[in-house]
């Protein structure tokens, strides 16, 4: 194997299929990223059993073959090349790296012990790409991070003809967040799935410069389905898998008021830079408190054996005066969601779930559902 190629493109397409290695791989060729040349096209992959990526570019190629090294190393590497064409050539059982001056020679790994990277599924229709990444960034801030509640650590995305839905939860909080997209069969378009939050949010967040996001699905059900991505920008095109989870995901509908009995409208910036700083004389976790009345809310936080904070802020309020407690963090990963400049709080009782949504009246493809902290008393 033998091939040239400009040093950006490189390492841009070993940093993306480096994605998918296991920090800790259950076995050695795991770790590993698959270098094969064909024609005049590179194609780098990485697997951990449970996802897999792959990106094609272009090189000048000298002779077809392939390669498995260290993916770590070889990140660690192209990232470190000074700006000069790269010539990567198999010498033995020993990977050369050859850029300007810099020169790197890497022990490979046995190519006939690398599992076979899954197929990508059927195609189930396209989305923008940049339009999908912001989404899923807004809803897998909910999903939970305790992998003993597997239905909790995914999302789930559910297709109905040309609506996608995106869901997720950790019990405390819940966000969904509704796009249109291009089904590949609009009559017969509809699933729900359970995928991997972290999985997803890398995979869209790489994939964001797509113009046009493929998503294909298998028919395998939840247990053996398995989810793809694909897309292509001007250098290269890239592709990821990951299996389904097999889990039941909670009937989240149930929990989104259809009607509320006040309501507050408050600018993010000014209500996050408050948030932050009455939390300051708090631990991490410990609630920040919010007073709701006619024209304003009063946050405090700490009590008389730690430090005290309190701040005022300008709201547009509705409804008879309220008192609520938030854990900060939930509270700014939602606020931090919004794309607006203005948030609807919308109350049913202080003891209930906040809907948190976008400033327009009509905007309601996002929803951020925030349990309240329970105040002694």
């Known amino acids: 194997m033998k091939f040239r190629v400009e040093r ?29 040349v064909e024609g005049e096209q590179l194609s780098i992959s990485g697997f951990d059993l449970e996802a897999s990526t792959e990106v094609d570019l272009e090189v000048s190629a000298g002779a077809p073959g392939q390669a498995l090294v260290s993916g770590r190393l070889l990140a660690d590497i192209t990232r470190a090349l000074p700006p000069h064409p790269v010539d990567v050539t198999v010498d033995g059982a020993r990977l050369s790296i050859v850029c300007g001056a810099a020169k790197f020679s890497l022990p490979m790994m046995p190519v006939d012990d ?14 923008d790409g940049t339009e999908f990444a912001t989404a899923v960034a807004q809803v897998a801030i909910a999903a939970g991070r305790d992998d003993t509640l597997p239905m909790l650590t ?7 003809g040309e609506k996608l839905t995106l869901a997720a939860t950790d019990r ?33 967040k790489s994939l964001a410069h797509s113009e046009s996001l493929t ?68 631990d991490r976790n410990a609630p920040v408190r919010l007073e709701f009345s006619e024209g304003s809310v009063a946050l405090t936080a700490g009590g008389d054996d730690e430090g005290r904070a309190e701040e005022q802020l300008e ?22 969601a919004l794309s607006t400049g203005t948030a609807r709080m919308l109350f049913t009782s202080s003891t209930k779930p906040v809907v948190l949504r976008p400033e327009a009246a009509d905007d309601e493809e996002y929803t951020y559902l925030i349990m309240p902290v329970r105040l002694p008393g």
């Open 315 to 336: 709201v547009i309020y509705e409804g008879d005066p309220i008192t609520t407690a938030f854990n900060p963090q939930f509270l700014l990963d939602g606020l931090g």
């Open 172 to 204: 405390y909080r819940l966000a969904v967040r509704e796009l249109s997209w291009n089904p590949s069969d609009p009559t017969s378009a509809s699933a729900a799935v359970l995928v991997p939050a972290r999985t997803l949010a890398d995979a869209a």
């Open 154 to 160: 995914g999302v789930r995305l559910e297709i109905e």
């Open 215 to 282: 998503i294909a699905l298998s028919a395998g059900g939840a247990g053996e389905g398995i989810i793809g991505f694909s897309g292509t920008t001007n250098t290269r095109a890239s592709r990821a898998t990951t299996r389904l989870l097999d889990a039941t995901f909670p009937p989240y509908r149930s929990l989104l008021p259809s009607e509320w009995a006040s309501s507050a409208e408050i600018g993010v910036a000014g209500l996050v830079e408050a948030v932050k700083r009455v939390a300051l004389v708090t």
């Open 114 to 127: 690398y599992p076979k990277l899954p197929s990508m599924p059927t195609t189930a229709g396209t989305v």
């Open 8 to 36: 950006e493109a490189l390492a841009d397409a070993v940093a993306w299929a480096a994605r998918s290695l296991a920090t800790r791989p259950t076995l050695p060729v795991l770790a590993g990223l698959m270098l094969r």
